[in-house]
């Protein structure tokens, strides 16, 4: 088993909508899995009047702070129904008078993981992030972990852990935290590698041969410390030839968690995950976790 994790806690955005009950659940089985304690934010947005133009609340107006004791009080309850059977972290409740986003940002210097619910579907019938969360993805000092509410009794908490690599520093991150991640729960680690952007017809004088045998090649050296660290977690390797977001979010369809890197190497070779972790943390029905390098 795993040693606790040493560092601060897990920091969950709640708003008392149904996106937000679903990220504490997901956080108190985390805190609890890590052993470490557990922070409900609410932040709250001073109120700007309209005279003298764009002057500020410089305290927070009572009917804010009853809002936000509401808030509160629900991710407590939806905490309470989660941690049921299970030991219960330390538990901090904070609500600050401040801007959301940046206040949750400022905060995830100090934790471990930011945890943040998604939001509904859009006129396309596409899942689209909340801007909150989509600020996070960027911009968060830690870990940011998107749950959705897709509905059912969530994943199948036998089904593996999906891992995006690409052999960049933002994926070699995310690989310490999934190899952790797939020990804890005792599951598979799926490692994804895409070894080509450019689409599935040949670049003229290319040897794609030579390319698969190179993405055999990054997998091979981005797993094997993490498997020697992780003897008992069971890698199952995966190289596919274009459009990582697709591949990625096919896995996601048998996984329990999907972690992938904030950036990757760009270019030609690389898997781009900068715009793949947003596509992936945008669409997939499990939770992800995007890490930054």
Do not use: N
Not at 181 to 198: C, K, M, N
Not at 221 to 248: I, T
């Amino acid at each position: 088993m795993p040693e606790a994790t040493t560092t601060h806690g897990v920091l969950v955005c709640v708003d008392g909508s149904a996106a937000s009950d679903a990220a504490v659940a997901w956080a108190a089985r985390e805190a609890v899995m890590h052993r470490l304690p557990i922070t409900l934010m609410h932040a709250i947005p001073p109120v700007v009047v309209g005279w003298p133009v764009g002057q500020l609340y410089a305290d927070m107006p009572e009917w804010q702070k009853e809002d936000g004791r509401r808030v509160i009080d629900r991710a407590r309850a939806a905490l309470a129904a989660a941690l049921a059977g299970s030991e219960t972290p330390e538990i901090r409740a904070l609500t600050p008078y401040s801007a959301v986003a940046p206040a949750l940002i400022d905060a995830s210097k100090d934790a471990w993981m930011v945890v943040a619910g998604s939001q509904g579907l859009g006129a396309l019938g596409r899942l689209l992030l909340g801007s909150v969360t989509t600020g996070l993805v960027h911009h968060a000092h830690c870990p940011v972990a998107v749950i959705h509410t897709d509905g059912g009794g969530g994943p199948d908490p036998g089904a593996p852990v999906v891992l995006g690599i690409d052999g960049s520093p933002a994926s070699e991150a995310a690989a310490a935290l999934a190899f952790d991640e797939a020990a804890r729960r005792g599951v598979t680690l799926v490692a994804v590698h895409v070894w080509s952007d450019v689409g599935v017809f040949p670049v003229l004088g290319m040897d794609w041969r030579d390319r698969e045998s190179q993405g055999h090649e990054v997998l091979a050296e981005r797993l094997a410390g993490w498997q020697e660290r992780y003897p008992d977690v069971h890698v199952e390797r995966l190289l596919f030839c274009d459009k990582p977001s697709q591949w990625l979010l096919k896995e996601s369809e048998r996984a329990q968690l999907v972690v992938v890197g904030s950036r990757g190497r760009g270019g030609f070779p690389g898997m781009l995950l900068g715009s793949v972790s947003s596509a992936v943390a945008q669409s997939a029905r499990v939770p992800v976790i995007v890490v930054r390098g």
